[in-house]
């Protein structure tokens, strides 16, 4: 029999017993909803996971600093022969020739240092760090009272809460007001004083190559953040006064790296610490890490995180997917006995049936068609229950999170592959608890099934 | 197919079953030759094996020993698929309880035969009016079997057994199941298939009056043998 006559022949027949099949078939679709919500959620605890870890700048960040950061300094005070070949320093030109790697998209230093802040006239000491534009995706700002900074060069900061509260009883009220930056500026000697400094000291240790300045900077206050944003690798925490990285380093304040610097005699140029380098996708990490490190600094990602991190999932998921199975499993023993059910009451029609030539194929077919029939209806009925139980949970969640002042998240997520999926796997089910009837109903003799009243 | 030709031919075709500890020889070494175009009743009285034979010959069934020709081809020797193949294309098949799916109207039960031999949708409705109309029930296509008398339910599976244009068509007791004036219309029916189609027909009847007015030729079988075979008295 042809496939079109086939399907008509297997509807008409699924319409008879109307109220049976479409209980079998609402059995199949909430074994699918089962499914469909239990790997929804896996699906978008995953796809949240990796979004704010991704928005956090450390899976798609490499970290570079230069070798000496990593072997230890004490050894630029030894002299002699043995002393080791310099390493390569961090320094502008170097910050350049890794931007223009490709898959690189931005370059930054990490800026974190004490300072002393005024504000109304009184001194309060806190961190401050400098803020990438790039951060402004970070989830870390949303919801945040006021705004991001309005441009990578404008004189505003943003304050993080504790530190707000320091400043005023009403922290959010402090948007709109102005702060003072009191901070020791390294500003590099004259060539002729550096060599008068050497010639003065005779104890073998270099002499400094920069002043430190004292000055202050007005910055206004744009917005007040409730979390504790990072800052790339190095940048988690700390951070009480933010500022827009470019500023930050407009700042030429002295870090740590600097009196590095200065014990180790390193002072010709200024350097960095550590840079943060930016690449496109998480993919391109290995690529640049290996550049990096081929022009002589230490480079480390947190990629092997993200792979565990999939993996962690990918088990979690197996796992959702088995417990969501077993309502399915329990599903095509429906249809198993709404198909056993069939035969014995169209006995005769099949008796009928092969009396005018239908072949034991046709037979089973026919009941292969009406299983995957009802595979096809539970597939669809299944995945729009499972997506709506997906929404649904979501919903009360984010009701909760929302009376617990926190912002609101996507947990469930039913993509095309999982729809499609779920709808295969409730076919390939159905037609496999169909086998048994099928094969039945095509064994039958047709003179004994005529009898049949 | 020609008249003088062998359409069926039975040697000592046997039927062997076991009923719990009871052994029934259902057709018992039974040999006939229906002639192509010939119009075949086998009479018997119940439990003699005539339809047994007849569900052979339709290829539901298979013989326990001997061989069943049907156009030169032994049945015995065919598989479950050329058998349905047989049934499809061969043999047409009238039942005394006539035997039409309640779920479908006439005109669905007549059409379900040139579904199954996959022929094109276009061409059915044709078929499917030509053999109503020859049945005369060209007016009661979309009727369901319940709405049906019993003389037209059986000639609508008439119909049906005729829309693949079978050679051949076995009829089991065609009439049981009606009273004498539509038996005796279905009968009629049966006479002008034969004739103007040249159709032969094998009639299972217990009705000997009947078989030897409308039959070219009157079998008779009992307790599984065929005990009689000639041309009607």
């Known amino acids: 029999m042809k496939a079109g006559d086939m399907a008509e022949l297997a509807m008409r027949n699924l319409r008879e017993a109307l109220l049976r099949n479409s209980l079998t078939t609402l059995g199949v679709g909430v074994g699918i909803a089962s499914l469909v919500a239990m790997l929804s959620l896996g699906v978008g605890l995953q796809e949240l996971a990796t979004k704010r870890l991704t928005r956090s700048g450390l899976f798609d960040s490499v970290f570079v600093a230069p070798r000496t950061n990593i072997r230890g300094f004490g050894r630029a005070f030894r002299e ?3 002393k080791p070949e310099e390493p390569r320093a961090l320094d502008e030109d170097a910050r350049q020739q890794i931007t223009r790697l490709a898959n690189v998209i931005e370059v930054y230093p990490q800026i974190r240092f004490l300072s002393e802040v005024r504000y109304l006239g009184n001194p309060y000491t806190t961190v401050v760090a400098g803020i990438p534009e790039s951060a402004s995706a970070n989830d870390a700002y949303e919801g945040m009272t006021g705004t991001f900074f309005s441009g990578p060069s404008a004189d505003e900061a943003i304050l993080q809460i504790e530190f707000a509260k320091e400043l005023s009883d009403q922290p959010k009220t402090l948007v709109g007001k102005d702060v003072v930056l009191r901070y020791m500026e390294r500003q590099a000697i004259p060539a002729q004083a550096r060599a008068d400094t050497a010639k003065a000291d005779d104890t073998g240790v270099l002499s400094s190559g920069f002043s430190l300045v004292p000055r202050e900077k007005s910055f206004r206050i ?13 940048g988690f925490g700390g951070g009480r006064l933010l500022i827009p990285n470019e500023v930050a380093e407009h700042l030429r304040i002295a870090q740590m790296n600097d009196l590095r610097g200065l014990m180790s005699g390193n002072t010709r140029k200024p350097g960095y610490g550590s840079l943060t380098v930016r690449v496109k996708n998480p993919r391109d990490i290995t690529n640049v890490e290996n550049a990096i490190k081929q022009m002589g600094f230490s480079a480390f990602s947190l990629l092997d995180a993200t792979r565990n991190l999939r993996l962690v999932f990918t088990v979690f ?3 959702l997917g088995i417990f969501g199975s077993l309502a399915l499993a329990v599903a095509s023993l429906g249809i198993i006995n709404t198909l056993v059910m069939a035969i014995l009451e169209r006995r005769r029609e099949i008796g009928i049936l092969k009396a005018l030539g239908a072949a034991d194929r046709d037979v089973s077919q026919l009941f292969f068609a009406e299983a995957g029939a009802m595979g096809v209806t539970g597939g ?5 229950i499972g997506w709506l139980i997906g929404r649904a949970i979501t919903l009360g969640t984010n009701i909760y999170l929302s009376r617990q002042g926190l912002n609101a998240v996507r947990i469930s997520s039913v993509p095309w592959w999982l729809a499609l999926s779920a709808l295969g796997f409730a076919i390939v089910v159905s037609l496999a608890a169909g086998i048994y009837p099928a094969s039945r109903a095509a064994r039958l003799n047709p003179v004994d099934a005529l009898r049949y009243e | 197919m020609q008249d003088g030709q062998s359409a069926i031919r039975t040697d000592k075709a046997t039927r062997h079953y076991r009923l719990g500890e009871e052994f029934i020889r259902a057709v018992d070494e039974v040999s006939l030759e229906v002639r192509a175009g010939e119009f075949l009743a086998l009479l018997g009285s119940s439990g003699s094996g005539k339809s047994t034979l007849l569900n052979l010959l339709a290829g539901m069934d298979r013989p326990t ?6 156009h030169g081809r032994n049945l015995a020797e065919m598989s479950a698929s050329e058998l349905a193949q047989h049934r499809r294309k061969i043999v047409g098949m009238v039942f005394q309880a006539f035997n039409l799916l309640p779920k479908m109207t006439l005109e669905e039960n007549v059409e379900l035969p040139l579904r199954l031999a996959e022929v094109e949708r276009g061409e059915r409705q044709a ?27 059986q000639r609508g599976a008439l ?10 068509l076995l009829a089991d007791e065609p009439t049981g199941n009606l009273d004498s004036a539509n038996g005796e219309q279905i009968l009629t029916l049966l006479r002008e298939i034969n004739q103007s189609l040249g159709m032969t027909i094998v009639m299972v009847t217990h009705e000997r009056a009947l078989a030897e007015r409308f039959a070219d030729r009157v079998a008779v079988m009992s307790d599984g043998k065929l005990i009689e075979d000639g041309v009607k008295t």
């Open chain 2, 159 to 168: 119909a049906r057994a005729l829309v693949n244009r079978p050679s051949i």
């Open chain 1, 222 to 234: 744009v917005g007040v953040i409730e979390t504790d944003p990072a800052v790339g690798f190095g």
């Open chain 1, 317 to 319: 998921d197996l796992l």
């Open chain 1, 380 to 384: 669809i009925l299944g995945i729009a």
């Open chain 1, 80 to 82: 002699g022969p043995e």
């Open chain 2, 127 to 153: 078929r499917v009016r030509e053999a109503l109309e020859r049945v005369r029930l060209g007016t009661r296509l979309r009727h369901r079997p319940t709405e049906l008398s019993g003389g037209e339910q």
């Open chain 2, 65 to 70: 020993s001997g061989a069943i020709h049907v």
